[in-house]
């Protein structure tokens, strides 16, 4: 049974960093692409970044890009979000997702490609 655990957020100012982490168990780590998605009450669940198997390849939503950066550490079975420079408008709840894959350097940006889900993390960001 896979199992994907999310920690790190919490209530922040904003300009200030946070990284958030998403431990997996169940399958062996290195079969998944990863991924971070965001939701905001009364809204979809959007993508925010993602990361292939081999790390050779990450893509972010254009909101994002220069402050997020995400990874992974397979010794660890951990994926991480650093959010650097974090806005109000960053504030949601933060979920962790996994798909198992075949193809080592493909990243998965759409919901519905995700096999598996964390519980989520809130972040809130004060002005």
């Known amino acids: 049974q896979v199992q994907l655990v999310e920690s790190g957020g919490g209530m922040v100012q904003a300009g200030v960093s946070l990284r958030l982490s998403c431990e997996i168990s169940g399958r062996a780590f290195s079969g998944f692409a990863l991924g971070w998605f965001r939701q905001v009450p009364g809204k979809e669940r959007v993508f925010v970044a993602a990361i292939s198997r081999s790390s050779a390849y990450r893509d972010y939503v254009d909101s994002v890009k220069g402050r997020f950066t995400i990874s992974r550490e397979g010794a660890k079975n951990t994926a991480y979000l650093q959010m650097d420079s974090v806005q109000p408008e960053d504030t949601a709840v933060y979920y962790c997702?996994?798909?198992?894959?075949?193809?080592?350097?493909?990243?998965?940006?759409?919901?519905?490609?995700?096999?598996?889900w964390g519980q989520g993390t809130q972040v809130t960001v004060s002005s």
């Open positions: 997702a996994a798909k198992n894959t075949p193809y080592p350097e493909r990243v998965y940006v759409r919901r519905d490609d995700y096999d598996y």
